[in-house]
């Protein structure tokens, strides 16, 4: 009888503990999700605003068609990849996180090509687009910050004893997150 009531307290003890780490665990990834959320919200805006960039430019005799074209080309492809807040894994936020990059280097290719068209550049519209574009990109990345953070505090819960045990038990998997840029590491060559 008194082993019985040994072994009953050992299991009780171990639901009350899974359970305090089952409702940790739902509350970072609610976290996650929401962060996720922001993230998106940045991206979508930053999109919202390259029609009107582009249209503006057009506006522009002679500007490199060829440059418009690559814009339009990567602003349809980042915006053609969806991805779903419960399947964040590393796989699909590396893929998400590549689109969004060709977009950030067609954009930078244009801001650049801009560079040489003074009607352009005396522009209050292209001015104020370009202003909020580069708020937008502020943003995006104080909203990745705070995305990588829930992910770290997610994936270090689940990861932690007695957690994993929980979290296998339940399915909780990791959660990707944004990584630097490939060559960030190295500093851009400036010429004057």
Excluded: H
Excluded at 50 to 62: D, M, Q, S, Y
Excluded at 65 to 86: N, W
């Amino acid at each position: 009888m008194k082993n019985l009531l040994i072994v009953l307290g050992v299991i009780v003890f171990i639901c009350l503990i899974g359970g305090c780490s089952y409702n940790g665990m739902v509350s970072k990834d609610e976290t996650v999700k929401a962060k996720w959320g922001a993230v998106q919200s940045q991206y979508q805006r930053r999109s919202d605003l390259i029609p009107n960039l582009v249209a503006t430019v057009k506006g522009v005799a002679n500007f490199e068609k060829s440059t418009l074209v690559e814009v339009t080309d990567a602003r349809a492809r980042a915006t053609s990849i969806q991805v779903d807040p419960t399947k964040l894994n590393p796989e699909t936020i590396q893929k998400y996180q590549a689109a969004q990059g060709q977009l950030s280097t067609a954009l930078g290719r244009l801001l650049v090509a801009s560079e040489k068209y003074p009607d352009l550049k005396a522009n209050q519209n292209f001015s104020d687009l370009q202003a909020s574009l580069e708020g937008t990109e502020n943003r995006i990345n104080v909203a990745r910050l705070d995305f990588n953070d829930a992910v770290r505090d997610y994936n270090t819960t689940i990861r932690s004893f007695p957690a994993v045990i929980t979290a296998k038990l339940f399915g909780f998997g990791e959660k990707g997150s944004f990584t630097a840029e490939a060559g960030a590491n190295k500093a851009p060559k400036v010429a004057f």
